[in-house]
């Protein structure tokens, strides 16, 4: 949900008045899910409900979902960020040390 939080501000919609839905690779526990609903109450004040499902083939993901805005965060993104980082400090290292 930090990642998430993150992208919130191309997500949120405080006019959007239908469900919002968390999809994720895995089971939430109630105090999670709880917490989540929070969250998109705030996000999405007149959003209708928010619900929970739960896909295999996210992993380790989650995606949220209100109308047609799509925030998401999974491993594999993380990685590849993570690898962009490191990439853009070594060619930094390299320069400064040039």
Same mark, same amino acid.
């Given at each position: !949900?930090?990642? !998430?939080?993150? %992208?919130?501000? %191309?997500f949120? %919609?405080?006019?959007y008045?239908?469900p919002?839905r *968390?999809?994720?690779?895995?089971? *939430?526990s109630d &105090?999670?899910?709880?917490?989540?609903?929070?969250?998109?109450?705030r996000?999405?004040?007149?959003?209708?409900?928010v619900?929970?499902?739960?896909?295999? %083939? *996210?992993? !380790?993901?989650?995606e949220a #979902? @209100?109308?047609d805005k799509?925030? @998401?965060?999974n491993l594999?993104k993380?990685l590849? &960020? *993570?690898?962009r980082?490191m990439l #853009?400090? #070594?060619?930094?290292? !390299?320069?400064?040390a040039a």
């Amino acid at each position: !949900m930090e990642k !998430m939080e993150e %992208d919130k501000k %191309d997500f949120r %919609d405080g006019t959007y008045a239908g469900p919002v839905r *968390l999809i994720s690779g895995f089971e *939430l526990s109630d &105090d999670t899910k709880e917490s989540i609903r929070e969250k998109f109450t705030r996000w999405f004040p007149s959003s209708g409900s928010v619900g929970f499902e739960i896909s295999g %083939d *996210l992993g !380790m993901g989650v995606e949220a #979902l @209100a109308g047609d805005k799509k925030v @998401a965060w999974n491993l594999e993104k993380y990685l590849k &960020d *993570l690898e962009r980082e490191m990439l #853009l400090a #070594l060619r930094s290292n !390299m320069r400064n040390a040039a």
